[in-house]
Every structure is written in C-alpha cells, then in structure tokens.
C-alpha cells in the first residue's frame, strides 16, 4: 500500500526558508490524489497548510499562503513544500498526508520536527 | 472562513462509557467532516469519513452522524486504548481541523 515518508533539516535558522520533502512508494503520485502538508506545534493542535493535486492545482491555508509553495517532483515521485520567512512559531511536527477524491486523508506519514532556531 | 469547533475540549469517562465529540462548523459542509483519533506521539489516523463512513480496519465501537453543521463522534464503549485526542476536518476547500478533544479514562 502507499507509504509516505517526510525528510526535512531538523533545524532552520529565524528568517530562513523551511523545506520539507515527501516521497511517495507503493503508488504513484499521478494518481488522482490531492497530497497535503499539515503541521503540528508542540502540545498543539493540526493546521492544514496546504495542498497539490495530481495534475499540480495548489491551494494554501489563507494564514499561510503569502509564505507557502508546494510543488511535485514526477520524476522522484515526491512532493515539497518550502515556507519562507520562518520564526519560532513555525517549530513543528510536518506531516504529509494524501487525500483521494472525495475522501479525507487516508494515509499519513510519520512526521519529521523543524526546529526555527539561531 | 470557516471554523471548525469542538466540545468539550477535554473530557474523562470510565470504561465502558458511552462517549460523544460535537463539532459544529460556522457554516454548511455538507457531508464533508472526516474524524481522526491522535495518540499520544503518534501520528493521527482516520476513523470517519463523510460523516458517517467508517474507515476500513477501525472498530465498529466508534460511529459518527451528522451533516451541515452539527456533527458528533460517538464511542458506544469506552475502551483503555481508546485515550487520544480526536480531531475534527472539514475536508473540503480550505481544510481545517477542529482544535481537538482530549479523551482521558476516569
């Protein structure tokens, strides 16, 4: 079944860009899937941050959109998402996660925690 | 917008309990309310969609009604692996999740 996996750089400095990859196994990411980025600060709740379509449609949190972009990457059959402008209140646990058509998000990856410190 | 809020924001029953989540949505969603359940230093997983769809693989214990703006999540017998947060997401343009409920055994 389709696995998702998230790799990030643990820590990125005040005013930087934070940038997360997914890569996708067991499946492709043609599929018609929207794939999501979602975060979690600690002891905190879910915020969707955005997400992209099969055919590469975005759509963003309207809080976060000024700093957000998601893109595809077919040929590593990964998606990213890149946050710029970053400060502490963006230290959190990024998950990707995929949603079929019509459905909520089915699977999830395991998450990987970005730290916004000097 | 539209938000999405929980209540309680925190609750404790015992085993065997009858449990119930609200969610209410500012405005109309239809059917598109999805509930996920969140353990502690685990990743959240689907319990329910379209309000009322049970995922594959969850328990027939938990079930969900509702449609609009008024949704709840019911555990017809609270079990010990059953404490988590649950969350609330609407699905459907601009997705946002409820700010969660966290379920504790009395």
């Known amino acids: 079944q389709v696995q998702l996996q998230e790799s990030g750089p643990g820590l990125v400095k005040p005013a930087g860009t934070l940038s997360v990859t997914c890569a996708v196994s067991g499946g492709s990411i043609n599929n018609e899937n929207w794939w999501s980025w979602v975060r979690q600060t600690p002891g905190k709740g879910l915020e969707w941050i955005g997400e992209?379509?099969?055919?590469?449609?975005?759509n963003y949190n309207p809080s976060l959109k000024s700093r957000v972009t998601i893109s595809v990457d077919r040929s590593k059959n990964q998606f990213s998402l890149n946050l710029n402008s970053v400060t502490a209140a963006d230290t959190a646990v990024y998950y990707c996660?995929?949603?079929?058509?019509?459905?909520?998000?089915?699977?999830w990856g395991q998450g990987t925690m970005v730290t916004v410190s000097s | 917008d539209i938000q999405m809020t929980q209540s309680p924001s925190s609750l404790s029953a015992s085993v065997g309990d009858r449990v119930t989540i609200t969610c209410r949505a500012s405005?109309?969603?239809?059917?598109?309310l999805a509930w996920y359940q969140q353990k502690p230093g685990k990743v959240p997983n689907l319990l329910i969609y379209?309000?009322?769809t049970l995922q594959s693989g969850v328990p027939s214990r938990f079930s969900g009604s509702g449609s609009g703006t008024d949704f709840t999540l019911t555990i017809s017998s609270l079990q010990p692996e059953d404490v988590a947060t649950y969350y609330c997401q609407k699905y459907s343009s601009a997705l946002t999740f409820g700010q969660g409920t966290r379920l504790e055994i009395k």
């Open positions: 405005q109309g969603i239809g059917r598109y």
């Open positions: 992209i379509s099969h055919d590469g449609t975005t």
């Open positions: 379209a309000a009322s």
């Open positions: 996660a995929r949603q079929p058509i019509n459905m909520a998000f089915d699977v």
